[in-house]
């Protein structure tokens, strides 16, 4: 089982990224998948999650209105749109995957390796 994330980078303060995690090894489709991130010295903390049908997403309230998070058609796939990005959102971002379908918990099963995203100002 894996969930392989990409489109971590470095980039500028205002600009906009876009990360993938696509799953590999079993079907995610039924199941509430999402992003985490943590910043150096910083815990690990919740970024956003998506239901299996992709019908409801939820964020921190640090990103909300800035990032959005969509399912692809497989529904194996999630994107991370971050815009208006802020030297804060610096961390190293994971994809996971959690057994229930609806909520993704903050304690998921199923993890990525991470993609580092780097903010400068």
């Known amino acids: 089982v894996q969930l392989q994330a990409s489109g971590g980078g470095l980039v500028q303060a205002g600009d906009s990224l876009r990360l993938s995690c696509v799953a590999s090894?079993?079907?995610?489709?039924?199941?509430?998948m999402g992003w985490f991130r943590q910043a150096p010295g910083k815990e690990r903390e919740f970024v956003a999650g998506?239901?299996?049908?992709?019908?409801?997403?939820n964020y921190a309230e640090s990103v909300k209105d800035r990032f959005t998070l969509s399912r692809g058609s497989s529904r194996n796939t999630v994107y991370l749109q971050m815009s208006s990005l802020k030297p804060e959102d610096t961390a190293v971002y994971y994809c996971a995957a959690d057994r229930g379908g609806v909520v993704l918990t903050t304690r998921p099963p199923y993890w990525g390796q991470g993609t580092l995203v780097t903010v400068s100002s």
């Open positions: 998506i239901s299996w049908s992709g019908s409801t997403a």
């Open positions: 090894g079993r079907s995610f489709t039924s199941n509430a």
